[in-house]
């Protein structure tokens, strides 16, 4: 009885706090920093999207200001920005935040890792959204899905890698976790700035780089001076993120949280589909254009190191404990499944076509 008084009041309590003429009358301006600079293409149609799509559903009660980093100035500030307040929301990349936090880094993409379509069963599904909100909780901000880059290619190489030797102290432009692995395998794992990334390439500052996918490395340049574009084990499926300020998102109506809440997803779902599309159709332009592309597959030997270097720095964040062991749990059981189900249904869909 008691509990159900408790129950009661708490459903007045947020009625009141949120009846439908509060968004009747209320007009709410938000401001949301992005990590990427202006016009980045498919990653900056995201928020944009989303942002006036919020506007129409709201009747334009509910409009958001689009900061890119060319005017914060701050790429990797935007964490800071949300969690601050000074913010409400941004749009970036969860794995970028390893630094602050190692439990950031399990919501984008993991080398070796799951797929797509496996991630996002995990993510909806299979607990990923609830420790989402545990790891983001504590810094006053909520986490959601800011669409997926697909599968991205190992990179662009001037020379074929064709054993562990060829590793060796090879100079790869290979940012975060994935660096890491590299470097455990013999590699010497840089960060350069996209606009630099051209001339060190060319100039053999580096030997190699990774950045995307066709749909976004063609504007760089890159299949103009390395000829062996690499299939890719280091970003199975990047999913790119909103994070929104607590307090912000709790001060909304409930009617402008629920339209927040879909544009998001929307968003989200719509530049999975276009990296899919584009990605399909701008590899088939670079196949005619430029003929002397080779795609390439490391061999087996290089990928079971990888496998066995990912694995031991996977164990090293799982002896931490903590929300860093539940995650790396969660996924572990979870993918062990989701494979056994890929392989019985996509991949043997596949393996049994006839070219
Ligand atoms: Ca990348």
């Given at each position: 009885m008691k509990k159900l008084l408790t129950l009661m009041m708490f459903a007045m309590a947020t009625s009141l706090l949120s009846s439908p003429a509060d968004a009747q009358d209320q007009k709410v301006r938000w401001r949301l920093a992005e990590t990427w600079p202006t016009n980045f293409s498919l990653f900056s149609e995201v928020?944009?999207?989303?942002?006036?799509?919020?506007?129409?559903?709201?009747?334009?009660?509910?409009?958001i200001i689009i900061d890119s980093a060319n005017k914060h100035k701050s790429p990797l500030g935007v964490f800071d920005f949300v969690s601050s307040g000074q913010y409400q929301m941004a749009h970036s990349a969860s794995y970028y935040w390893k630094g602050k936090d190692i439990n950031t880094l399990f919501f984008t993409t993991m080398p070796l890792g799951m797929i797509e379509a496996e991630q996002t069963g995990w993510y909806y599904f299979g607990g990923g959204k609830e420790l989402a909100q545990k790891v983001y909780g504590q810094y006053g901000m909520r986490y959601y899905p800011g669409g997926n880059t697909g599968n991205q290619m190992g990179g662009w190489f001037k020379k074929e890698i064709n054993s562990i030797e060829d590793l060796q102290g090879l100079q790869m432009r290979i940012p975060g976790f994935a660096g890491e692995v590299l470097a455990k395998v013999g590699a010497k794992p840089t960060n350069i700035a996209p606009g630099e990334l051209y001339t060190a390439l060319e100039r053999g500052t580096i030997d190699a780089l990774e950045w995307i996918g066709p749909a976004m490395d063609l504007d760089m340049g890159f299949q103009k001076i390395a000829p062996y574009y690499y299939t890719g084990w280091h970003e199975p499926a990047t999913e790119l993120q909103?994070?929104?300020?607590?307090?912000?998102?709790?001060?909304?109506?409930?009617?402008?949280?629920?339209?927040?809440?879909?544009?998001?997803?929307?968003?989200?779902?719509?530049?999975?589909?276009?990296?899919?599309?584009?990605?399909?159709?701008?590899?088939?332009?670079?196949?005619?254009?430029?003929?002397?592309?080779?795609?390439?597959?490391?061999?087996?030997?290089?990928?079971?190191?990888?496998?066995?270097?990912?694995?031991?720095l996977v164990n090293e964040f799982e002896a931490k404990g903590g929300i860093t062991a539940e995650i790396i749990k969660s996924q572990r059981e979870y993918s062990k499944k989701a494979r056994e189900w890929t392989n019985i249904s996509d991949k043997a869909y596949l393996n049994n076509l006839s070219e």
């Open positions: 928020p944009r999207r989303m942002a006036e799509n919020v506007k129409k559903m709201s009747g334009g009660r509910f409009t909103f994070l929104v300020n607590e307090k912000a998102f709790q001060a909304l109506p409930e009617e402008f949280q629920a339209i927040l809440e879909i544009a998001m997803q929307e968003a989200a779902f719509e530049m999975a589909a276009e990296s899919y599309y584009e990605n399909a159709v701008i590899w088939d332009s670079i196949k005619q254009d430029y003929p002397e592309v080779q795609v390439k597959t490391f061999p087996p030997e290089v990928m079971s190191a990888l496998k066995t270097a990912t694995e031991e």
